[in-house]
């Protein structure tokens, strides 16, 4: 497997552009699937490795898809099947929302059950109940959950016992086609809802309401294809903005919308950066040391769990004493163990994490366990002394496009180190031995060392 081997002590400064969002991007591909006529294009597209698979699933029921550059092009015509293949949906939990969109347009679905994984156990019984209310009938067998609707779907009103941002996309999603009007109760708020409820209202669903605690969505009897811009992606942005606190940096991160990083923001300043907003972006530098402070995570408009691992990175490295909540997983702190292997002093009680600030961190060999955790080894490794080898990157690059050249443009000194099996695969592409291949390819000459380092090969001049 590759590694992301960075060398911290660089004060991060300049520009850098983020991706639209992975957490919009998937519902919104999933909802492609009720365009019964004419073809979704969808811009801002960014590539990674959960854009592939949810793509993939979607071929495999007949949707068409064409991707140039960050547009992607999809075709949802004629259906060929309503069995998400279980390979495909096992590799990303977000798969699961093509539940909503083929019981509403086949009136069937077979789908893998969503196993947990490490941020916790991840039950999806919001997303049946509101499948349930709505007149299909469930039955699981095999790992398998098969459901299927006598005619159409009927709108219902549905109180979820938690806001769950998932069940609220596939219940929307749902009701979109279905006969009457469905309420979603304890609605999720987050923008990624709006910005899907936004798509679906373009391809002629009316859905009110996203956004607030209460959507209305009043089934309409067909959706069409049409051209959807996905909004920046939230969590990318806040992640360059605790790199660039983290640092002692400052940097612009255009695409970085102020309302959807309320809590981020309000944080980040409680500490004492500076934090400046315009309408193209927010700029982070820091003029003196950071404060501690306490973070709970919450649903939108709360602080958000997906940013607590990178802001625990930022307190390790503040003034005092923080204590950090987590209270939308119930097993989000799998990073803390990481971190102390680079010399963090963190205490872990329940849902609860007590850091203790301003201690120096030095470099290790450490693994991301997930998405998140493994943007707060970055993080951390920028300012440890020596050098941080972060493993796992496959879970990175399910949310971060080309984390390593956006950093390394911003001035820190970081590289990803192929794994013999890339190295390999590329050696045989090009016909030549890794170890030429290790020599010969233009990098930077510290890319080339680590790489030799990582392989323990010696490369033989081409
Ligand atoms: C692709 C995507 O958008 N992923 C995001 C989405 O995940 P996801 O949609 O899976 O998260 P949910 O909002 O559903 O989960 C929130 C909480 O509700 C619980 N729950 C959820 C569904 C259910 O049927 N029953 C139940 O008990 C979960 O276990 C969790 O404790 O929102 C999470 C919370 O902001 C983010 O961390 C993820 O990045
Ligand atoms: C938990 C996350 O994503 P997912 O729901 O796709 O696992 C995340 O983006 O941090």
Redesign the pocket.
């Known amino acids: 497997m590759s590694k992301i081997i960075v060398r911290g002590g660089r004060p991060l400064s300049g520009a850098v552009r983020v991706h639209g969002a992975k957490?919009s991007v998937?519902p919104i591909l999933a909802a492609a699937l009720l365009a019964e006529e004419g073809a979704c294009v969808i811009h801002d597209v960014p590539a990674l490795d959960d854009v592939t698979n949810i793509l993939q699933v979607l071929a495999a029921l007949g949707v068409h898809s064409q991707q140039s550059d960050d547009c992607v092009r999809l075709n949802a015509d004629s259906l060929v099947s309503y069995d998400a293949p279980y390979e495909l949906v096992r590799k990303m939990?977000?798969s699961f929302l093509v539940m909503g969109p083929l019981l509403a347009r086949l009136g069937k679905v077979r789908i893998s059950l969503p196993g947990g994984c490490a941020i916790?156990?991840?039950?999806?019984?919001?997303?049946l109940k509101g499948f349930e209310a709505m007149g299909a009938e469930i039955g699981f067998g095999q790992g398998s959950i098969e459901a299927s609707v006598s005619g159409k779907l009927r709108g219902a009103k549905i109180y979820l016992d938690?806001a769950?941002?998932?069940?609220t996309e596939n219940i929307m999603m749902a009701a979109s086609t279905a006969d009457g009007t469905t309420v979603i109760e304890n609605a999720?708020k987050?923008p990624?809802i709006v910005d899907l409820a936004n798509f679906l209202n373009a391809m002629g669903a009316k859905v009110r309401g996203a956004g607030t605690g209460v959507i209305r969505i009043e089934g309409v009897e067909r959706l069409k294809g049409v051209v959807h811009h996905v909004i920046p992606d939230r969590v990318e942005a806040g992640t360059y903005m605790i790199a660039a606190a983290i640092t002692g940096g400052d940097v612009y991160v255009e695409g970085a919308i102020r309302d959807h990083l309320g809590p981020v923001v309000a944080k980040l300043e409680e500490m004492g950066a500076v934090v400046d907003c315009d309408e193209n972006g927010i700029r982070v530098r820091t003029e003196k040391p950071l404060r501690a402070v306490d973070v709970k995570t919450l649903?939108y408009p709360g602080f958000?769990?997906?940013m607590q691992a990178q802001m625990m990175a930022l307190l390790l490295r503040s003034e005092g004493t923080s204590i950090v909540t987590e209270t939308?997983?119930e097993n989000r702190f799998m990073h803390v163990d990481e971190m102390i292997k680079m010399g963090a002093e963190i205490k872990v009680d329940g849902r609860t994490a007590i850091i203790t600030g301003g201690l120096n961190l030095s470099g290790a060999a450490v693994c991301a366990t997930d998405l998140r955790a493994g943007a707060a080894l970055i993080c951390a490794g920028l300012v440890a002394d020596g050098v941080t080898e972060v493993s796992g990157v496959h879970h990175i690059d399910r949310g971060y496009m080309d984390i390593v050249g956006k950093l390394r443009a911003l001035g820190a000194d970081i590289l990803r180190a192929p794994s013999p099996e890339e190295l390999l695969e590329e050696a045989e592409q090009r016909s030549l031995q890794p170890a030429v291949l290790l020599a010969g390819i233009a990098q930077p000459e510290r890319e080339e060392a680590a790489a030799v380092r990582l392989l323990n090969v010696q490369p033989t001049l081409a």
């Open positions: 957490n998937l939990r977000a916790g156990t991840r039950p999806i019984d919001q997303h938690v769950s941002v998932g069940a999720a987050e990624e649903p958000p769990t997906d939308v997983f």
